[in-house]
């Protein structure tokens, strides 16, 4: 059965453990590249990351944005959005729809 989990600072994603998500306490960059890819490892479908520690690791998280699993979906840290998890569902929408809809 495919897990769901949530990485980002502390005070972001500890929340999300009372919905049931695993949740990973990263801020660096070096340790937020090992866990994402330790993760996509195992069996996670669904990696949420906050937009934050995102541009820390863009290229990694690059990697996944072709593969089926695991979905690497951005979301809005503590400190609010940055709009990179919208731009990022703008453009995967224009590439699904062949146009922008917006």
Known sequence: MYKIAVMGDRDSVLGFRALGLDTYFVEQADEARHTLHRLAREDYAIIYVTEQLSTLIAADIAKYKTSVTPAVILIPGKSGSLGLGAQA?????ERAVGADIG
């Open 89 to 93: 569902l703008q453009t995967a929408i």
